[in-house]
């Protein structure tokens, strides 16, 4: 008798061996598994149940360590080293907005004095012209319409 299955696999090894148990059984048939659709009589079904419970001790052992794990988590400490993240990522947000809106005031500043001096060097232009105008009595209908069309 050979006994097939995964190598390093006891689960398909025991699988693979209490059903080959099961088929040799020569005893009535009293119950069917719904787990695996296997026919068992009424030994081989408690040695089933068994089987099947104690693969799930492991399991139970894992919820038990998780639990206990999970018993001893600190959720205060967690919380607060997260919120140390967050606060920390808040202060950065707000550093970079405020950079962002300095330089956008300073462009401000820069262009609404480079403008106003723009503005005051052809008003001064204006002026030379107007007085020199003025000064020597010789305006035009033309010069008038011209500086009015600069100033409008």
Known sequence: MTVTGHV?????????????????????????????????????????VDLINSRMNPHADEINILDNQLSLLN?????????????KWHHECHATVDRFYEGKCQELQE??????????????QLKLKTN?????????????????????
């Open 132 to 152: 020199e105008l003025m000064r020597e009595q010789e305006a035009t209908h033309d010069d008038i319409c011209s500086l009015k069309a600069t100033i409008y």
């Open 8 to 48: 390093g696999s006891s689960h398909s090894f025991f699988a693979s061996f209490e059903h080959y148990i099961y088929e040799t059984c020569k005893c009535k048939s009293r119950a069917l598994c719904h787990c695996c659709n296997t026919n068992l009589c009424a030994g081989h079904l408690k040695v089933h």
């Open 75 to 87: 959720v205060d400490d967690v919380i607060g080293k997260c919120r140390q993240k967050l606060d």
């Open 111 to 124: 262009r609404s004095v480079e403008k106003v001096g723009e503005k005051r060097k052809k008003i001064q």
